[in-house]
């Protein structure tokens, strides 16, 4: 079986439909129809292992291979009839499932269902796509696997969708954080802002390759959780945790900021935080209103950062990607910054190239590792730059995983180099708290390489200098 063509075939089949327009659209209508194909093999498997099983889902929705069933019979509905079965019949069934009486996987499909769509409109394209599926048997692992390989290929095209690029990190920042955290088993993981699922599935596959094979299949389910907002990105992070061997997926669609932040409790807290926090977003709802008055601000990428700090447990460690600007700034930003280095040592901050999530974000970024329960000592800084030659990342060359090589020799052996240095807290405390520190090695003295507040200056001379230009043409045409 051929895996990559059968992807490539339902791209090609679903780029034919008039009903799909862009990368999210195609991507959403993929993500529920393959949710339901994977659900239902896993569902069959299940039922071989326990003739008593009855799957959440009734029986003439179910997506099984027989005769005259509306997904897996290949000489089934393909027209205007699959539309409308799957417009007025399944989505609305499966939107208003019981939930009440039956197992957590009924409230997955309800919450999957309830915040998706159908766009296609050729019955004849649906049968070709679900026709393509079923030459996939999901409840076999080689199958699985493989196709969850191939799954991050279609998440990546994402970061090309417009805004729908924030839902996705590049797997090498997932892959390195991951590591230089390193979750271990027993611990409880938590992505408040999963998005796909990218962090989630990088802990799974390092907890399985740190495992022996007498243990691998015992990751405790419930210890890797994730928090979503939005529907789409939950339906994908969804499937690529059961695609993950997660048979029963911990994750819950909601705004974590609509809950306020004295609500968590003891048994919220957990052992291990991966994130990446939604930045340059704006809070919706009023939910600043939540956070206690000192710390209110519009900018929901901080109040994450105060949600992970409140979430850990003592000893608990972090790593995440934050902006620039929320290493800079006064106000509300500085007391953020300063709780977070007198409650948890911010031990290392690798500072990233500027066009890491190109083209959804070009926004400097940084990835943030501390631990809670300590205060902060010293900050080590190392500053990744892009390999030799290449301008920028773009969607055909994005940041690789080797590129982290380097950073992962000097982790455990840290000294001062040409792209790394060290501060003292006194320094940072002296400077108010500002983390947006230029590199001091004499090999980029002479660079032309700034801070934020410095680019911003730059920034206004320079629109300064155009102004005056302009002024003094006018006058001459004149």
């Avoid at 079965?85 to 919450?111: C, G, H, Q, Y």
């Avoid at 802002?193 to 389910?221: F, H, M, P, Q, V």
């Avoid at 790593?319 to 800079?328: E, F, H, N, Q």
Wanted: aromatic fraction near 10%; charged fraction near 25%; charge should be negative.
């Amino acid at each position: 079986m051929n895996i990559p063509n059968i992807l490539k075939s339902i791209q090609n089949i679903m780029w034919q439909d008039i009903g799909l327009n862009g990368d999210a659209q195609r991507i959403e209508q993929l993500g529920w129809m393959l949710f339901l194909k994977v659900f239902s093999d896993k569902d069959r498997q299940r039922q071989l292992n326990d003739p008593n099983y009855n799957s959440d889902i009734p029986k003439d929705l179910q997506w099984i291979v027989e005769e005259g069933n509306w997904a897996g019979d290949e000489n089934g509905m393909n027209s205007d009839d699959l539309i409308e079965f799957i417009d007025k019949k399944l989505f609305p069934s499966l939107k208003n499932i019981n939930i009440e009486s039956t197992s957590p996987r009924a409230k997955i499909v309800k919450e999957v269902f309830d915040g998706n769509h159908n766009y296609m409109k050729s019955g004849l394209n649906v049968r070709k796509v679900l026709n393509k599926l079923n030459e996939i048997d999901f409840s076999v692992a080689k199958d699985r696997h493989a196709f969850g390989e191939l799954y991050e290929t279609i998440l990546k095209d994402l970061q090309s969708a417009g805004k729908s690029g924030e839902f996705y990190t590049p797997r090498a920042i997932t892959s390195f954080v991951t590591e230089m955290v390193s979750p271990q088993r027993g611990e409880k993981i938590l992505d408040p802002a999963c998005g796909t699922g990218g962090y989630l599935t990088s802990a799974i596959d390092y907890l399985k390759r740190n495992l022996s094979d007498d243990t691998i299949d015992k990751i405790n389910e419930d210890n890797i959780r994730g928090w979503e907002y939005k529907p789409l990105p939950y339906l994908l992070a969804t499937t690529n945790l059961i695609l993950h061997d997660i048979e029963v997926p911990n994750i819950t669609l909601g705004d974590v900021l609509s809950k306020p932040l004295d609500h968590y409790k003891k048994q919220d807290k957990v052992d291990v935080i991966l994130a990446n926090p939604p930045f340059g977003g704006i809070v919706a709802n009023n939910n600043e209103n939540n956070f206690p008055s000192k710390y209110r601000t519009k900018e929901s990428v901080d109040l994450f950062l105060l949600i992970i700090i409140n979430l850990l447990k003592d000893g608990g460690r972090a790593g995440l990607v934050l902006p620039d600007g929320s290493l800079t700034g006064d106000g509300v930003k500085q007391r953020i910054r300063q709780k977070l280095i007198e409650e948890c040592n911010l031990h290392t901050i690798i500072r990233l190239p500027n066009s890491v999530f190109q083209p959804y974000a070009s926004v400097s970024t940084n990835l943030l590792f501390f631990s809670k329960g300590a205060p902060t000592k010293e900050i080590w800084f190392y500053e990744l730059h892009l390999p030799e030659g290449q301008k920028a990342y773009n969607k055909t060359k994005p940041i690789q995983i080797e590129e982290f090589d380097e950073i992962k020799k000097w982790w455990d052996n840290r000294v001062n180099g040409d792209f790394s240095w060290k501060v003292d807290i006194n320094e940072i405390k002296n400077r108010n708290y500002d983390l947006d520190l230029k590199n001091p090695s004499y090999a980029f003295k002479n660079q032309n390489y700034y801070t934020s507040k410095e680019l911003i200056h730059e920034l206004e001379s320079s629109i300064a200098y155009s102004d005056k230009i302009i002024l003094e043409l006018k006058k001459f045409i004149k």
